[in-house]
């Protein structure tokens, strides 16, 4: 099991900035394919960027705004988030797969690992 833990989320005025991060356990971290989801009440939790071996990929509602990174010495992936908008409002969870998959990181059932979640909020 890998333990996650976020943060840097808060509240923010519309086209501003914010930088997650999400720190794991482990000591294979840099093979690990880590992505970021998002979340708003009464919704599923929805794809937004991911990060691996062969790549970064986004959603398109956040490329070109958002780039995923990573830091494997110090076991922590960060998600800068830039001309932020109202509805990029949501609960943002970090997610991570030890092991390679054969479907799409873009679906929340390629992760076996989350985080406990931090609020954005972009005030408009």
């Known amino acids: 099991q890998v333990q996650l833990v976020e943060s840097g989320g808060g509240l923010v005025q519309a086209g501003g900035s914010l930088r997650l991060s999400c720190t794991a356990s482990g000591r294979t971290f840099s093979t690990y394919t880590m992505g970021w989801f998002r979340q708003v009440p009464g919704k599923e939790r929805a794809y937004v960027a991911s990060i691996n071996w062969s790549g970064t990929y986004y959603a398109n509602s956040v490329k070109g705004r958002f780039t995923i990174s990573r830091d494997n010495a110090k076991n922590t992936v960060y998600l800068q988030m830039n001309s932020l908008k109202p509805e990029d409002t949501a609960v943002y969870y970090c997610?991570?797969?030890?092991?390679?998959?054969?479907?799409?990181?873009?679906?929340?059932?390629?992760?076996?690992?989350w985080g406990q979640g931090t609020q954005v909020t972009v005030s408009s």
């Open positions: 997610a991570a797969r030890r092991t390679s998959y054969s479907g799409s990181y873009s679906s929340t059932l390629a992760y076996d690992n």
